[in-house]
């Protein structure tokens, strides 16, 4: 369940433009532009961010480094804050609309220990519960200690946890420590993406919660993906009955493992009988999903899961089992159940992720 949004500051909360202010501090736009340049290919913008040494100290390095720019260098760092132009367009208005929703709103920023006056001139900050700046941490994204820092500093289980960044390298790195991820443009693309995320993930509760009503394992993951392919969710329930105890019970592969190939087919199976690309590229996604399941569950077999052997294994019967809370008890299917909808559900997410990866503008700006 996700619980945790984590936002970046510039580009996210709020919007900057190094320009505005380096075209009033050289003495030419070509001049602004080669010390820009220089700023982010030579890494002076990560010291900044970082400050190994102290503000003050890193302008100085940078000053000495770039003499034909000594004095406007200093003048970059006094006017630092001036970067900031002001809020993201309906960022403030959206994000006390998600801490009405229950949401705990955090920031994870690189910026230096001049972002302190940022955070005092605009009220969006406000809304943060807490924040982590790289510069207090002397660490920076996309390094991977900064997400594990963010959780350790706020106790937060990634997989509980959104984050929004304007940079695609950001979002790589939470992800691949566990996190959602949206790379962010603007307040009302944030906000679809974090819907269909949040749609995504309330999906796994709904097939366990199916599981818990009496549906059999294919059926309870099944329905609670089938609407978002046109299918009403009795006609879900019904494709899926057949495959409950391992195949009308005989204990073959598990129930919740043909859910995930069934809604596999609903999302991507071909329709053309010539198609065998379509074809394949459908068989890759059930045997990647699969492996997943199996590595996850340690048998994607009815009868070895439930730990059936001899004579329970060799005997399967038609006879659905009572529902009772013994039952409940001793049987790990709500788990298998829920393993495989967040198996299918981390598929949904990646592809929405693939399609940000598309659609994402190329940027030269770091933070």
């Given at each position: ?100 929703e229950g949401y705990r709103l955090f ?20 809304l943060l519960e807490g924040r982590l ?193 013994e039952y409940y008890k001793k049987r ?36």
């Amino acid at each position: 369940m996700i619980k945790n949004l984590i936002f970046d500051f510039g580009k996210v909360l709020v919007d900057y433009d190094y320009m505005l202010v380096l075209d009033q501090v050289f003495s030419t736009h070509e001049q602004s532009v080669d010390f820009y340049n220089h700023l982010m290919a030579e890494g002076w913008n990560k010291r900044l961010d970082r400050e190994d040494k102290p503000f003050g100290a890193v302008i100085d390095d940078m000053a000495e480094a770039m003499p034909q720019y000594a004095d406007e260098i200093r003048q970059f760092g006094s006017r630092y804050t001036e970067f900031v132009i002001g809020e993201m367009e309906g960022m403030r208005s959206l994000l006390g609309q998600l801490k009405q929703e229950g949401y705990r709103l955090f920031g994870l920023t690189n910026w230096c220990s001049k972002v302190h006056v940022t955070m005092k001139q605009y009220p969006i900050f406000e809304l943060l519960e807490g924040r982590l700046v790289s510069s207090e941490e002397h660490l920076i994204k996309p390094e991977r200690a900064i997400y594990e820092r963010m959780c350790e500093k706020f106790a937060l289980k990634p997989e509980e946890c959104v984050f929004a960044d304007d940079r695609m390298d950001n979002i790589e790195a939470a992800r691949d420590y566990g996190m959602r991820g949206i790379v962010f443009r603007n307040a009302r693309q944030y906000e679809a993406d974090l819907r269909r995320i949040l749609d995504i993930e309330s999906r796994v509760e709904r097939a366990v919660d199916n599981f818990m009503q009496g549906y059999g394992c294919c059926q309870s993951v099944v329905a609670a993906f089938a609407d978002m392919y046109g299918l009403s969710d009795n006609l879900a329930k019904r494709i899926g009955a057949g495959f409950g105890g391992g195949v009308g019970r005989m204990r073959m592969m598990c129930g919740a493992v043909s859910g995930i190939v069934t809604c596999v087919g609903l999302d991507c199976g071909q329709t053309d009988g010539a198609d065998r690309e379509g074809k394949s590229a459908c068989y890759k996604v059930v045997q990647d999903l699969l492996a997943k399941s199996k590595e996850q569950n340690g048998s994607l077999i009815c009868a070895e899961i439930l730990g059936l052997k001899g004579v329970d294994k060799a005997k399967p019967s038609y006879i659905a089992s009572a529902r009772t809370a013994e039952y409940y008890k001793k049987r790990p299917c709500a788990a298998k159940v829920e393993s495989a909808a967040r198996i299918f559900a981390d598929y949904l997410e990646d592809k929405l992720f693939a399609e940000e990866c598309a659609a994402d503008d190329s940027k030269t700006v770091y933070r």
